[in-house]
């Protein structure tokens, strides 16, 4: 197992290099600089903040001094926030994130697993139609349709939950992590549906049937752990999905996390920050997929003895 | 085989999700008072504030969510009335004007204080000014120095020698600024953060003065000589300032606190400002608009702002080299129809550059709506009923707002000219690329005064000016601008000049003024001192929080 995590690292190594050139190469290349305003920058003023931010050198020049400062870990200095470092900012809008798309995690796992099994549990009939039908819309409605509604319902008219903020108010984590997870949680819904009904048509199963064990002796302990498989390989990208994914709900609810960072720094010309958030992102991504597939392979034992027969 | 589950197994696990998901919902919910009345009750007034500031250094900053900020946590030697704009003592208690306008004598107060407690004299004044001017610094707003003698040498390296400029501390408490010329708008240029005093102990902390982007401006760091100080900076999330209790006017300043919200969203601001998290929203959405209007609601508070929406023309462009094709094309906007239908936040119609009023400045404008006259210009120029005049584009950055106004002046354009004109939006960066590099025909503009002066508007299109954009030149406006209005005896006559030119703006016609800008403000009642004036300009010295229930609670 470690040396198929190793083996899947060193793959990563090109992976970065070239997320980060294509997207140093492209941001430079989009017209409009991170100077230009509104009111005319006067040519000195240009000079001394292209100097400052080593814009002055050759773009190959720039390029190089980059790459060497990532490997270090030092992402640079923002170009629109004064003085902020690009770790400095991923660092202040981490947490936010991170604590939204956990409890959007929570959120989706514990609606879409239950709905799934519900629904497995009798196929075609109401129990399996209703939560069903459920999850397609959940997946059908878009994060800024759903977000404004319950903040219409349940911030605005019925006045139970903030309208926005992050940890500012008892309660505001709530619309925002229900937002966030109904969308995934449809998606798991299905999934553990799908799985659960491949599970349950087992033998083992109907062998624990044959031995008279309770319904719910064999669905949480003989049926889950298969039927969750298909769930499990969803984790990994689906996390890293809510952790880049979050800007609309971020922006829906005020909450100070990095997706509003991610897309201002397009509309800025934000060249280090840009870079510095793709390449977080990218490697989140890398690791959170290297994850969800070392579970999987704990979980299955037929797809362990493949792995490792390979490598 | 189906799977048979029992009644009872599915009511359990039922039971299970509901318990799962209800204590998800109930948890962390308990009964909460909303921001305002908890405000109300403290003093702290929640502040819709747009953006994230990218500096809270006077000399770096530039945006309007920073300007916000700043204003609570410093102050100019010279502020202005809220509701009139006219020049109040600020940092200096009185000033003397020499009789030929020129030699400005401040008088400070012995009772300034830095928030630190450091006596603040005109020593900082000299010293924050030299700093402001040192072209490393990137400071956006320098122009804002040069009617100051010399200032504008010294930036542009022309003199080396501070000493040249025309500002001097005579002693501790007084400050003497020569000007180039007589400027009747000097005074209000002090009230402008780009002349707020910085303390240089706190600035040389944390790095070099014309270093960019030091830590001096953060919380902890900062100190300012205004009504508040900066108390909390949570990035994307709030910026807290309380009651600074060594400013001069301490004992009138009523808010404890200041929280501002960098929102982003419009919407979203709105959204929290109904939901009573917020005192103060500068943002309403353009459709919300009449929906406050139509329900009558005072929150919503229209004033006059001091900024025009215009189109620039290229003059390079070969059908807009003729001065008669931009004038026709200016005569068939009808800026009612525009101001009234599509705008309806009580937007005025624009028929000359500087907003009227300006200083008891009001253009003369022969400009308006009038489509016969300009079908008989057009034809004038070659192009009789529209025939042969190639299809001309309409560059905006990309807004709905901008959108809807092109598409019917777009219309209007057809029908009263019969011309074809296609648009075109770009992201604003590549939108600013295109304006500056004058790599467009027709282009959408907006321009906000940075002090109530006709000088603000019209040094624009000077042949050099920056802003100017459209390659129009004219010597002798120029001359107007830079060396007769300067020059000029009284305000009068510098008005008349001021006039002069812009008629011959206007005759030109680079660009087709549209509207004046208005500032739209969502106020809670329970905000008391809060006038509206052309420069949306809050005193937050002066505001106090009082619910107009007050007496049943």
Request: hydrophobic fraction near 40%.
């Amino acid at each position: 197992m470690l040396r198929f995590a190793f083996n899947r690292l060193l793959q990563a190594i090109p992976v970065l290099l070239i997320v980060i050139s294509a997207t140093f190469f492209l941001v430079h290349s989009a017209p409009g600089g991170p100077f230009s305003a509104d009111k005319a920058v006067p040519p000195e003023v240009i000079r001394a903040l292209e100097a400052q931010y080593n814009l002055d050198q050759p773009l190959w020049q720039q390029y190089v001094s980059y790459l060497g400062d990532v490997l270090q870990g030092d992402l640079g200095p923002s170009f629109k926030y004064s003085g902020r470092t690009v770790n400095e900012l991923i660092a202040a809008g981490l947490p936010a994130t991170a604590e939204l798309a956990m409890y959007a995690m929570l959120v989706a796992l514990i609606i879409g697993i239950s709905a799934g099994v519900l629904a497995a549990m009798r196929p075609n009939t109401m129990q399996d139609y209703l939560p069903m039908s459920a999850a397609m819309l959940g997946i059908c409605m878009p994060s800024f349709l759903l977000g404004p509604i319950l903040v219409l319902v349940f911030g605005i008219h019925l006045e139970w939950l903030p309208v926005s903020g992050w940890g500012d108010i008892p309660g505001d984590k709530i619309l925002p992590a229900i937002t966030l997870g109904t969308g995934y949680a449809a998606y798991i819904a299905r999934l553990s549906r799908g799985g659960m009904l491949e599970v349950l048509s087992q033998d083992y199963i109907r062998t624990a049937r044959a031995k008279g064990l309770s319904e719910p002796l064999i669905i949480f302990k003989h049926a889950l752990r298969g039927g969750l498989i298909p769930v499990v390989a969803f984790l990994g990208p689906a996390f890293a999905g809510l952790l880049g994914g979050s800007f609309v709900v971020e922006t829906i609810f005020q909450i100070p996390g990095l997706g509003r960072f991610y897309v201002q720094a397009a509309f800025n010309r934000d060249y280090t920050m840009i870079l510095g958030m793709t390449v977080f992102f990218a490697t989140l991504i890398i690791l959170f997929n290297l994850l969800s597939d070392m579970l999987a392979l704990w979980l299955n034992p037929k797809l362990r003895q493949q792995a490792g027969g390979e490598s | 085989m189906k799977p048979q589950v029992s009644v009872s197994t599915a009511s359990q696990l039922s039971a299970i999700i509901l318990i799962l998901t209800s204590s998800l919902l109930l948890g962390s919910c308990g009964s909460s008072e909303n921001n305002v009345s908890k405000g109300n009750r403290t003093g702290t007034l929640h502040w819709g504030n747009g953006t994230e500031p990218q500096s809270l250094d006077p000399h770096i900053a530039t945006g309007v969510p920073e300007h916000k900020i700043i204003i609570a946590l410093m102050e100019g030697l010279v502020l202005k009335d809220r509701k009139t704009l006219e020049p109040r003592p600020g940092v200096a208690k009185s000033w003397e004007i020499s009789d030929d306008g020129r030699v400005y004598t401040f008088h400070l107060r012995d009772n300034a204080r830095w928030s630190n407690g450091d006596p603040h004299n005109a020593h900082d004044y000299v010293w924050s000014w030299w700093r402001a001017l040192q072209p490393a610094l990137g400071n956006l707003y320098a122009y804002m120095y040069f009617s100051i003698e010399n200032a504008k040498e010294y930036y542009e390296g022309e003199i080396s020698d501070f000493e040249q400029v025309g500002v001097k501390a005579l002693d501790d408490l007084t400050l003497q600024v020569t000007l180039k010329n007589p400027t009747p708008y000097f005074l209000q240029l002090l009230d402008h953060y780009s002349l707020y005093p910085v303390h240089q102990a706190t600035v040389e902390k944390f790095g070099s003065a014309d270093q960019r982007g030091t830590r001096w401006t953060y919380e902890g760091n900062i100190v300012g000589n205004g009504a508040f100080q900066l108390r909390d900076w949570k990035i994307n999330r709030r910026v807290v300032v309380e009651r600074n209790p060594y400013y001069w006017n301490a004992d009138n300043v009523r808010l404890n606190e200041i929280v501002y919200y960098p929102t982003e969203n419009a919407i979203t601001e709105e959204r929290m400002f109904r939901a009573g998290q917020l005192h103060y929203s500068g943002t309403v959405p353009a459709d919300k608009i009449a929906t406050y209007q139509s329900n009558n609601d005072p929150a919503l508070r229209i004033d006059p702002y001091l900024g025009i929406y215009f189109y620039r023309i290229n003059v390079e462009t070969p059908q807009l080299q003729d001065k008669r094709v931009r004038r026709a094309l200016g005569m068939t906007i009808d800026r009612d129809q525009l101001t009234q239908r599509i705008l309806k936040a009580g937007q005025i119609p624009a028929y000359a550059i500087t907003p009227p009023g300006t200083m008891g400045y009001y253009p003369e404008s022969d400009l308006r709506f009038d489509p016969e006259a300009a079908r008989q210009l057009l034809a004038d120029a070659g192009y009789p009923n529209g025939e042969g005049f190639p299809s001309t584009e309409i560059l905006y950055n990309t807004s709905e707002g901008h959108r809807k106004l092109a598409v019917a002046i777009q219309q209007m354009w057809k029908k009263h000219l019969n011309i074809d004109v296609t648009l075109l939006n770009q992201e604003w960066k590549v939108y600013l690329n295109s304006v500056s590099m004058k790599d467009y025909q027709i282009g959408r503009a907006g321009w906000i005064g940075d002090y109530v002066d006709p000088n603000n508007f019209l040094d624009m299109f000077l042949c050099n000016g920056g802003n100017n954009r459209t390659g129009w030149c004219n010597p002798v406006y120029d001359e107007l601008i830079l060396k007769h209005a300067p020059e000029a005896k009284t305000q009068e006559e510098r008005l008349e000049i001021f006039t002069q030119a812009e008629k011959m703006l206007l005759a030109d016609m680079p660009v087709i003024p549209i509207y004046i800008y208005t500032s739209n403000n969502l106020v809670d009642p329970s905000v008391k001192n809060f006038s509206g004036n052309i420069l949306n300009q809050p005193s937050f010295s002066e505001i106090y929080l009082e619910p107009d229930n007050g007496g049943q609670q």
